[in-house]
């Protein structure tokens, strides 16, 4: 489902754009229709789903397009940790970077500075406030934060929460929150804590359940860390190494499909491409080809990557980190079918890094890095430290921890 269809407001799909997201992502496609009809909602969704931006777009839509009181915080979300708040606020520069909509992340550990820049927006009302429960709790008890027109709350990773025992916390700041309110509750897991929580707090919730499947363990996955030039002459070495009967590589735009399959058949590999611009007696030409073994290598967009059921595919490489968790758990389990055997190989770029380290915390386990050949040159590091950055097209360098909300 493409962000255009869900009508959100100009400047926020600018911001969109901006960030790179093309897709909404299942949990996206679910959640966000039922956030902008104001419903509350509960949501089982991990981290590398999307949930962030499933939450955050309606919710800069909504404060972008609906009447709200000015000097007052208007959206609440809090989250377990000091990591997460900041990460969520940097996703929240991204998205609203083309809006108004002003936002502060409030967490523990802070300077003096950190303090007062809190107590200003806490006092003259943030739009978006992203909070860790205890400093919240503490800011609330100085008696200056205007919850009075307070809409939307949300909760992510609640049961990380109530695991790191902020049970009492979350309850007291909820208390001092008006009672007319959105609710929304994100958490990885559902144990009976977090339903009787849900009970407390959400009012009539939509339930939304975004499991995401693990790979089988028999899938050897790889990924090898590359710079975009280094990747056509990867997988020539690949498929020159061994000798794979069905190779399936994905690649997420139709250009880098006809430019791989182009060089792979200059270098006389049997090769073919499946992606939307062909019609579809090709596209079933093609398709036929590679079930029946005749066509060894095939090289397609993401149309491939689910519900379609090829046996005895080999090696699945991913030429492009696939764009949420989900999407690489189906890509990769096209190999290793029954009782096959497979590999999975993925290719990251630097830009990719930050995607990636998002899919390998959804799968609870890094991807072992495999080593690029040396005739390839030098390759870039795997920085994990990347991950505290935004993605998207746009150098989101400008810093904007609070905007006043009068030059709205
Ligand atoms: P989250 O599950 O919210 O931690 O998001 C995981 C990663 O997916 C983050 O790096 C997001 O920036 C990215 N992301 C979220 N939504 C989309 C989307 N629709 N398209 C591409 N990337 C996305």
Redesign the pocket.
């Known amino acids: 489902m493409k962000?255009t269809e869900f009508g959100f407001d100009q400047r926020l799909m600018d911001g969109i754009d901006a960030?790179?997201?093309?897709?909404?992502?299942p949990v996206?496609e679910q959640v966000i229709p039922l956030i902008m009809e104001g419903k509350d909602v509960i949501a089982s969704?991990?981290?590398?789903?999307?949930?962030?931006?499933?939450f955050l777009l309606p919710l800069i839509n909504k404060i972008l397009t609906d009447p709200h009181e000015d000097h007052t915080n208007n959206a609440l979300v809090i989250v377990p940790t000091r990591e997460l708040a900041i990460?969520i606020a940097q996703?929240m520069e991204g998205l609203s970077y083309f809006t108004s909509v002003s936002s502060i992340a409030v967490y523990g550990g802070g300077d003096g500075n950190a303090f007062v820049q809190e107590k200003k927006a806490l006092s003259q009302g943030a739009d978006v406030v992203i909070c860790t429960p205890g400093k919240m709790m503490a800011h609330i008890k100085m008696g200056y934060v205007k919850m009075g027109g307070l809409k939307y709350l949300i909760l992510d990773e609640a049961d990380r929460m109530l695991d790191m025992g902020f049970y009492d916390d979350i309850m007291f700041i909820i208390d001092s929150l008006p009672k007319k309110r959105q609710n929304l509750l994100f958490s990885a897991t559902m144990p009976g804590k977090i339903r009787e929580l849900a009970r407390k707090i959400l009012h009539h919730p939509e339930e939304i359940n975004i499991s995401i499947s693990k790979p089988p363990e028999k899938i050897v996955q790889e990924a090898y860390i590359v710079y975009d030039t280094q990747k056509i002459p990867l997988v020539k070495h690949l498929l020159h190494k061994k000798n794979f009967k069905s190779v399936l590589v994905f690649c997420s735009s139709k250009i880098a499909v006809k430019n791989l399959t182009r060089d792979l058949k200059r270098a006389k590999f049997l090769a073919d491409e499946i992606h939307s611009d062909l019609d579809q007696n090709k596209r079933e030409e093609v398709l036929i080809k590679f079930k029946s073994g005749r066509l060894p290598i095939l090289v397609a967009t993401d149309i491939l990557s689910r519900g379609i059921d090829i046996d005895n595919i080999d090696l699945v490489i991913n030429y492009d980190v696939p764009?949420?968790?989900e999407d690489y758990v189906h890509r990769i389990g096209r190999t290793a079918r029954a009782a096959a055997e497979g590999s999975a190989y993925t290719f990251v770029t630097v830009k990719e890094q930050?995607?990636f380290l998002?899919i390998e915390?959804?799968l609870g386990k890094p991807v072992p890095k495999a080593e690029v050949p040396a005739e390839l040159g030098e390759t870039p590091r795997y920085n994990t430290a990347s991950s505290s950055r935004?993605?998207g097209k746009k150098n989101f360098s400008k810093p904007r921890r609070f905007q006043n909300k009068a030059k709205r």
Do not use: M, V, W
Not at 45 to 54: D, E, F, R, S, V
């Open positions: 962000f960030s790179g997201y093309e897709n909404a992502t996206q969704a991990q981290t590398g789903t999307g949930k962030t931006a499933a990460q996703h764009h949420d968790g930050r995607k998002a915390k959804l935004p993605t």
